[in-house]
């Protein structure tokens, strides 16, 4: 598997470090003049729809360890050596150590990211808006090639709208 947006994931990952695991708890919520459908947990201060870092520094998290899990199947240890070339680039990107967390399910995933345990996480379309709206997940890149992205295309028709 090639990923010829490295680029694009290495600034994703870095700018995205102080978000994955920044609050992890109510009582360090921030205020927030936007939060839009965010948990209480996150702000969106600048109204691009995702959580934005924390103003504070002192919440920002800097894990030694990344830990990489993609959208549960339903033989999730299949896809350790699948995303084996992904997660050397990650570490190679971040000089950090990366490892694989195969999930049994979506709101595992979620949870895990929303309580610090998961640093990048491949979702699948379904719990993307529960990702970015529970645990404060920030989109930045799809899978692909050189040749083109891999991915589902969307199409959304407004019922009784010319």
């Not at 290495?10 to 839009?36: F, H, I, T, Y």
């Amino acid at each position: 598997m090639k990923f010829g947006i490295r680029w694009l994931l290495c600034a994703g990952v870095a700018a995205s470090m102080g978000l994955a695991d920044s609050v992890s708890s109510p009582a360090n919520a921030q205020e927030c003049k936007n939060r839009g459908q965010l948990d209480t947990l996150y702000c969106d201060e600048n109204n691009d729809l995702v959580a934005d870092v924390p103003t504070d520094p002192r919440k920002w998290k800097d894990p030694a360890t990344l830990v990489f899990a993609y959208t549960p199947v339903e033989d999730p240890a299949v896809y350790l050596n699948v995303f084996r070339p992904f997660t050397e680039h990650l570490a190679k990107c971040t000089g950090k150590r990366v490892v694989y967390y195969p999930v049994q399910s979506n709101s595992a995933q979620i949870e895990a990211m929303r309580s610090g345990r998961l640093h990048v996480a491949g979702f699948s379309t379904g719990p993307t808006g529960f990702a970015v709206n529970l645990a404060g997940a920030v989109p930045f890149a799809i899978k692909g090639t050189e040749k083109e992205l891999q991915g589902y295309n969307f199409y959304c028709l407004l019922h009784g709208h010319r």
